[in-house]
């Protein structure tokens, strides 16, 4: 069974940092461009990052630009998404996506998707 699973989702005060992992089972992330996809209550699912499956390429949204890192461990199947200096307005739950081509920023242009985190940004 292909699947994705993320993690390390949480309560943070403005200011802190998460890390965020995306573990696949049942398949390799080795040929998948991954993204990483947030929606918060009443807003439509928006694009945070993505990177490439040689991990060579990455890309992110404007308003993490600069605080948020994508990496990627092909040898443990793992995609990371390092958010530092968080912000309320970046509270939603998160996902990761796998897409068996480049990079997109459209969600719906992804094959398999995990089942969210919630990051929550409150003091």
């Known amino acids: 069974q292909l699947q994705l699973v993320e993690s390390g989702g949480g309560l943070v005060q403005p200011g802190g940092s998460l890390r965020l992992s995306c573990a696949a089972s049942?398949?390799?992330?080795?040929?998948?461009?991954i993204g990483w996809f947030r929606q918060a209550p009443g807003k439509e699912r928006e694009g945070v990052s993505c990177?490439?499956?040689?991990?060579?390429?990455?890309n992110y949204a404007d308003s993490v630009k600069g605080r948020f890192t994508i990496s990627r461990d092909n040898a443990k199947n793992t995609v990371y998404l390092q958010m530092n200096s968080l912000k309320p307005d970046d509270t939603a739950v998160y996902y990761c996506?796998?897409?068996?081509?480049?990079?997109?920023?459209?969600?719906?242009?992804?094959?398999?998707w995990g089942q969210g985190t919630q990051v929550t940004v409150s003091s």
């Open positions: 990177i490439s499956s040689s991990g060579g390429s990455t």
């Open positions: 049942g398949f390799t992330l080795d040929y998948y461009a």
């Open positions: 996506a796998a897409r068996g081509r480049e990079c997109s920023s459209l969600w719906y242009r992804y094959d398999y």
